[in-house]
């Protein structure tokens, strides 16, 4: 029979069907793999991203605050990529993420196949703020396409409520001064609550204080062998030359010379440039140097939780570091005893001496570059001028209306006249717009063992004496007393010059006027004294408390101890006594906050912006 071939027809014919049905079957699974794929990458971009976020959100309130204030103020207008991302959140802040993106081989390849890795990786993160309406601010995180280029984002939207005020009774907090601040002899600088009592027992030694400039060019310095109770801020240069502690941070624009023995620093100090020790200064925190360190022969001390420099680390005769140090400048001992007690990451170790590098780093070396903690730039000014921030000026236009002036108010004489009562019906004041009791005079002086109390008991008035000349209170007795519920203003265009007591009859330091707490004593001062011998501003031999605003002025604090809070073009604090911050004067009231941890209530206190979390999306 012959034989047509129908079977293999039929037969190929099947099998090809069956080849295409597998062949579509295998691109069908390719392609469910690829999506399945995409989506796993997409949803690990996602979580990248809301990690990121995680880690932002919970930075330490304070830092946090300040970031979203500097958002607030346009310094973040474009988005932070890559580095910035990850200076912004700290050094360890994406290391969980790079360590799941890694290949299996990282740890065998070469450092410049490390750094190309990790740079390519850093590259993808990106933050970005943005300002909504209804005082509101988003800050998204994006991962643009760590993995098979899977892009994800997450967002965080804040709330925000601005500082009530920006008025000058409302920014200071401490010693400010626009070019320079000098404390010498014995003076100590501390804080205490005059809502909680007199000054003394529990209530100082509180660490409220701050030492602040202002100028580009400013100074501190302190040469007293007391301590100082708070913390030091300023864009130029600080000095130290004698035996006393600081119980605070140490923040410099410029360079941090510790000159003196027996130094100590209870806090984290951190330089844009150089920082050096001599002899036997000792930190009991951080140090962070935006240059080189140097420590001086003589037993210096570190013990913190981490040393860095952009730059070099010197260590000389008896230096020890008892922290990790981070040094990208190279890191040189030039003495057999000097040692760091931890891990060191430096691309370079210089041994100057007979000793092994064992003998000088008892922890791990990791010769390689790290990325450091960002120094950031503190708020400063150009000129003196730019320091008059309040304007002066017209504080005294405020009040001045057209009313003549009094003429020369001089109280003084025996004894028997000792006590003046000016009440607030007194036919020399006039009103002010906000109900305050003005008077005008030209000079102001109050001596001759004399009583003057402002107001009468029961009355609560604001009283302002304007001073078209000078503002005296002389004579060890002589005496100016405010009454409960009532405050002084002075403001002074000529020199201002205390040797005497001011107080009221409770030693109350505040007063509480419409949910913001003010001074019951507080002095402007106009006067300029750039190329003047004499101190525009000058407090001596005084228990003196008040609230001083003179942007122009030199202010001088001698003998005695001084109290409230003070903004100057220069500051001294001289001799003995020394100077207690009020940590009362100028706090917002807000009775349903009662601390900074209940919800919401972040930042109510400080005269601050503050932020709350409302949405993550």
């Given at each position: 029979?012959?034989?047509?071939?129908?079977?293999?027809?039929?037969?190929?014919?099947?099998?090809?069907?069956?080849?295409?049905?597998?062949?579509?079957?295998?691109?069908?699974?390719?392609?469910?793999?690829?999506?399945?794929?995409?989506?796993?990458?997409?949803?690990?971009?996602?979580?990248?991203?809301?990690?990121?976020?995680?880690?932002?959100?919970?930075?330490?309130?304070?830092?946090?605050?300040?970031?979203?204030?500097?958002?607030?103020?346009?310094?973040?207008?474009?988005?932070?990529?890559?580095?910035?991302?990850?200076?912004?959140?700290?050094?360890?802040?994406?290391?969980?993420?790079?360590?799941?993106?890694?290949?299996?081989?990282?740890?065998?390849?070469?450092?410049?196949?490390?750094?190309?890795?990790?740079?390519?990786?850093?590259?993808?993160?990106?933050?970005?703020?943005?300002?909504?309406?209804?005082?509101?601010?988003?800050?998204?995180?994006?991962?643009?396409?760590?993995?098979?280029?899977?892009?994800?984002?997450?967002?965080?939207?804040?709330?925000?409520?601005?500082?009530?005020?920006?008025?000058?009774?409302?920014?200071?907090?401490?010693?400010?001064?626009?070019?320079?601040?000098?404390?010498?002899?014995?003076?100590?600088l501390d804080s205490y609550?005059?809502?909680?009592?007199?000054?003394?027992?529990?209530?100082?030694?509180?660490?409220?204080?701050?030492?602040?400039?202002?100028?580009?060019?400013?100074?501190?310095?302190?040469?007293?062998?007391?301590?100082?109770?708070?913390?030091?801020?300023?864009?130029?240069?600080?000095?130290?030359g004698s035996s006393g502690d600081v119980y605070g941070d140490i923040y410099a624009g410029r360079n941090i010379n510790l000159d003196n023995g027996g130094f100590v620093v209870y806090g984290d100090i951190t330089a844009q440039n150089n920082i050096f020790f001599k002899e036997t200064a000792k930190i009991y925190g951080n140090?962070?140097?935006?240059?080189?360190?140097?420590?001086?022969?003589?037993?210096?001390?570190?013990?913190?939780?981490?040393?860095?420099?952009?730059?070099?680390?010197?260590?000389?005769?008896?230096?020890?570091?008892?922290?990790?140090?981070?040094a990208n400048g190279g890191v040189v001992f030039n003495n057999y005893d000097s040692q760091v007690f931890s891990d060191v990451y430096s691309p370079s170790v210089t041994l100057n001496t007979n000793n092994s590098i064992s003998g000088h780093i008892l922890g791990e070396l990791y010769q390689e570059s790290t990325v450091l903690q960002l120094i950031e730039d503190l708020i400063s000014y150009d000129n003196v001028d730019d320091c008059d921030v309040y304007d002066v000026a017209s504080i005294y236009e405020q009040y001045a209306a057209s009313e003549a002036s009094q003429g020369d108010l001089y109280i003084?004489?025996?004894?028997?006249?000792?006590?003046?009562?000016?009440?607030?019906?007194?036919?020399?004041?006039?009103?002010?717009?906000?109900?305050?009791?003005?008077?005008?005079?030209?000079?102001?002086?109050?001596?001759?063992?004399?009583?003057?109390?402002?107001?009468?008991?029961?009355?609560?008035?604001?009283f302002v004496v304007l001073v078209d000349g000078d503002l005296n209170i002389n004579g060890y007795n002589s005496k100016l007393y405010i009454s409960d519920g009532s405050t002084v203003t002075f403001v002074v265009k000529g020199r201002v010059d205390v040797v005497g007591q001011v107080s009221n009859s409770s030693a109350q330091g505040v007063v509480d006027r419409n949910g913001q707490t003010k001074s019951v004593m507080n002095i402007v001062s106009l006067y300029d004294d750039r190329n003047k011998a004499d101190a525009g501003v000058r407090i001596r031999n005084s228990k003196f408390y008040a609230d001083i605003l003179a942007p122009l002025s030199r202010v001088e604090f001698a003998n005695e101890a001084a109290y409230g809070a003070v903004y100057g073009r220069e500051v001294s604090v001289l001799d003995y006594g020394g100077y207690h911050f009020d940590e009362a004067i100028n706090v917002e009231v807000d009775e349903s906050c009662q601390s900074e941890s209940e919800e919401g209530c972040s930042g109510q206190n400080s005269g601050v912006n503050s932020f709350t979390l409302i949405d993550w999306q």
């Open positions: 029979m012959k034989q047509q071939g129908a079977a293999l027809v039929i037969v190929m014919a099947l099998l090809s069907g069956a080849l295409i049905l597998g062949v579509s079957g295998m691109n069908s699974a390719l392609i469910d793999e690829r999506l399945a794929g995409n989506y796993r990458a997409s949803v690990q971009a996602k979580m990248t991203s809301e990690g990121t976020l995680a880690t932002f959100s919970n930075i330490e309130d304070r830092e946090l605050h300040s970031i979203l204030d500097r958002a607030l103020n346009g310094e973040f207008e474009e988005p932070l990529i890559g580095e910035e991302v990850e200076k912004l959140l700290g050094k360890d802040g994406l290391e969980v993420f790079f360590r799941q993106l890694l290949p299996s081989n990282y740890e065998d390849l070469t450092k410049k196949e490390k750094n190309d890795i990790r740079n390519a990786l850093i590259e993808n993160f990106v933050l970005a703020f943005e300002l909504l309406g209804d005082n509101q601010i988003a800050v998204t995180a994006k991962d643009e396409g760590l993995r098979n280029s899977a892009r994800g984002s997450s967002k965080l939207i804040y709330s925000y409520n601005l500082a009530a005020d920006d008025s000058w009774e409302n920014r200071r907090r401490g010693i400010h001064a626009c070019e320079k601040i000098g404390v010498t002899g014995s003076a100590l609550d005059s809502e909680a009592g007199a000054y003394g027992g529990g209530n100082r030694y509180l660490s409220g204080m701050e030492l602040r400039t202002w100028l580009d060019s400013s100074v501190i310095s302190a040469s007293s062998s007391a301590p100082i109770y708070g913390s030091i801020f300023l864009p130029g240069d600080f000095s130290v140090v962070y140097s935006g240059n080189n360190i140097e420590i001086i022969p003589g037993g210096s001390l570190v013990e913190g939780e981490e040393v860095e420099a952009a730059g070099k680390v010197t260590l000389n005769g008896g230096a020890d570091i008892d922290a990790v140090l981070r003084d004489g025996s004894p028997q006249n000792k006590k003046i009562t000016f009440p607030g019906d007194d036919e020399r004041f006039y009103g002010g717009e906000d109900g305050e009791k003005i008077m005008k005079v030209n000079d102001f002086s109050l001596a001759g063992n004399r009583e003057l109390y402002f107001g009468e008991e029961g009355e609560s008035n604001d």
